[in-house]
Every structure is written in structure tokens, then in C-alpha cells.
Nanobody, 119 residues
Framework: QVQLLESGGGLVQAGGSLRLSCSAS????????VGWFRQAPGKEREFVAD????????HYTNSVKGRFTISRDNAKNTVYLQMNSLKPEDTAVYYC????????????WGQGTQVTVSS
């Protein structure tokens, strides 16, 4: 079992920055693919970024490339999502997920953290 806890969300003005944290207990995240997803009101959950097990490969959805950075701190068993140049359309509940499978849907999920970007 992996327990995931997101933190770092909040209210920020457009152009600002936030750093989300996904802290894990129960297992070491180095052996897991870890991803960030988000869900805006009235919309489906969407992929934001991930870091594959081993930490050498990352992926981003096009809308956040160049603005968001996913990273790992193995000593803290935590994965971060640094979000810069935030836009109102980034407003959503952000979730982290961890899996050893090919798809995150079958993995472990946190409860989410709200990010609100004001214009």
C-alpha cells in the first residue's frame, strides 16, 4: 500500500508560482511512476505530468510545457510539481498518483489539493 498526500495548493494571481508536493508513506516512490493530474469544475480529470520510476524520464501535457516542472526528492520520498507563470485555466484540483503498472488509473491516488489562479 502507498499512501499519498498532496500539499502546496492555494490561491495565486496569474503569473505567479506554486510548488505542489506529493509525499508518500508505505513504499518508496523510487520504484513507482508518479504523475500529477488535475480536474477543473465541470471537466474530466486530465494528465499534467509524470516522472517514470528511476526518475530519468518525464512527460508533460502540452499546455504546461515550459511552465511546470516535475521532480523527485528520494530522500524525502516526495515528488514535486513546480508551477510557474500560472494562468487562470490552470485552476483545478491537483492529484498525484503512483503506480507500477502501465496506467495510473489502477494505482494509488491522493485526495487532491486545490489550486486557484485569479486573473
Amino acid at each position: 500500500q502507498v499512501q499519498l498526500l498532496e500539499s502546496g495548493g492555494g490561491l495565486v494571481q496569474a503569473g505567479g508560482s506554486l510548488r505542489l508536493s506529493c509525499s508518500a508513506s508505505g513504499r518508496t516512490l523510487t520504484n513507482y511512476h508518479v504523475g500529477w493530474f488535475r480536474q477543473a469544475p465541470g471537466k474530466e480529470r486530465e494528465f499534467v505530468a509524470d516522472t517514470r520510476s528511476g526518475g530519468f524520464t518525464t512527460h508533460y501535457t502540452n499546455s504546461v510545457k515550459g511552465r511546470f516542472t516535475i521532480s523527485r526528492d528520494n530522500a524525502k520520498n516526495t515528488v514535486y510539481l513546480q508551477m510557474n507563470s500560472l494562468k487562470p485555466e490552470d485552476t483545478a484540483v491537483y492529484y498525484c498518483a503512483a503506480t507500477q503498472l502501465s496506467e495510473f488509473s489502477g494505482g494509488y491516488w491522493g485526495q487532491g489539493t486545490q489550486v486557484t489562479v485569479s486573473s
